[in-house]
């Protein structure tokens, strides 16, 4: 497997929406969980969305919990994030990750991964 590479980042409106994309190199058919974090400087990796492969669950943020929507199409290699009404405190730099852990508990601990992309700025601003 190859490393997992994000695209689809850049500037958007408030209220606008944007499509992440990460190709997961073939970790989609092997990873217990795929997810999505973001961090702006300073501050740390915050879980934003998580997808476990068994079963198909789905956890969010609170704070994107109706915004957002994590998907995976294993035929196309490609973990999605797709973001609506969108708000500039969405703005950060956003990573996938793969390989994650089995216990929807922990969803949101980024450590539990072991795959990681590079990452997307997504600028939401005026």
């Known amino acids: 497997r190859g490393p997992l590479a994000e695209s689809g980042g850049g500037s958007v409106r408030p209220g606008g929406s944007r499509t992440l994309f990460c190709a997961t190199s073939g970790y989609g058919s092997t990873s217990a969980s795929l997810g999505w974090f973001r961090q702006v400087p300073g501050k740390e990796r915050e879980g934003v969305a998580t997808?476990?492969?068994?079963?198909?669950?789905?956890y969010y943020a609170d704070s994107v919990q109706g915004r957002f929507t994590i998907a995976l199409d294993d035929a196309k290699n490609t973990l999605y994030l797709h973001m609506t009404r969108l708000k500039p405190e969405d703005t950060a730099t956003y990573y996938c990750a793969a390989d994650g852990p089995t216990y929807g508990s922990k969803w949101s601990w980024a450590h539990e991964f072991n795959a990681w992309g590079q990452g997307a700025q997504v600028t939401v601003t005026l």
């Open positions: 997808l476990y492969t068994s079963g198909g669950s789905t």
